[in-house]
């Protein structure tokens, strides 16, 4: 079953603006790790949060995890029309070497 | 640069003729895998490697090979292609543990089964 699941599937906001996107899981997890996916393009990555950690910061980046709900949150601060991409999710699976990705929120930043 | 690269970018093809397509990486990193993602269901991975030798199924292995002879080097194997493999593919690499570890993707290639 699918890991990790993104909402909203999409997002539109103005230029400026933040941008939240979250992330749901089932199973319990080692850390959990946000990419970014220009379109058609390789994912790159973003920030990793251990399961024992809260909130995690990187640049206008602010991760948080939620063990006990099993979810997790990506705001991007003041947005710029180069954070236009797919957001992604992905989680480990205790005791399996598997990264399991979410299905991602299309993330698009109006001038 | 430290980068992972595939090849071919984009391939069209037709159902039964073998492919293989390359993935090779510069940092030295243990770890490998394919991942292929298809709209409305993200990307799934399937098959991985910790190191030279050593593979192991992901979720959709079927249809799929792999081999890990180089540790640079991990090809994926389509023997007898069909038009459900038609997807975009993507190969990742990692120093350690897929766990807590940053994995480095490639550009993806594009194939195409007719």
């Known amino acids: 079953s699918q890991q990790g699941e993104e909402d909203p599937q999409a997002l539109s906001i103005q230029e400026g603006e933040n941008a939240t996107m979250n992330c749901s899981y089932k199973?319990?997890?080692?850390?959990l790790q946000w990419y970014r996916q220009n379109s058609g393009r390789g994912l790159v990555h973003l920030i990793l949060i251990r399961s024992n950690e809260r909130e995690k910061h990187s640049g206008r980046l602010r991760v948080t995890l939620d063990t006990s709900k099993k979810s997790s949150s990506l705001l991007i601060t003041a947005s710029r029309a180069a954070d236009t991409a797919s957001y992604f999710c992905?989680?480990?699976?205790?005791?399996?070497?598997?990264?399991?990705f979410g299905q991602g929120t299309r993330l698009t930043i109006n001038p | 640069e430290a980068q992972v690269t595939q090849n071919p970018r984009y391939l069209i093809t037709v159902t039964g003729k073998k492919l293989t397509v390359t993935c090779s990486q510069n940092m030295n990193h243990e770890y490998m895998s394919w991942y292929r993602q298809d709209p409305g269901l993200g990307l799934r991975q399937i098959y991985y490697s910790m190191n030279v030798e050593v593979t192991d199924k992901g979720d959709v292995p079927e249809g799929y090979k792999v081999s890990r002879k180089e540790k640079r080097n991990f090809p994926l194997i389509l023997e007898s292609p069909s038009p459900n493999q038609t997807s975009l593919y993507f190969c990742?690499?990692?120093?350690?543990?897929?766990?807590?570890?940053?994995?480095?993707f490639g550009p993806g290639t594009r194939l195409t089964v007719l």
């Open positions: 992905a989680t480990d699976r205790r005791g399996a070497q598997k990264l399991v």
């Open positions: 990742a690499s990692s120093s350690g543990l897929v766990s807590n570890t940053e994995q480095f």
């Open positions: 199973t319990s997890i080692n850390n």
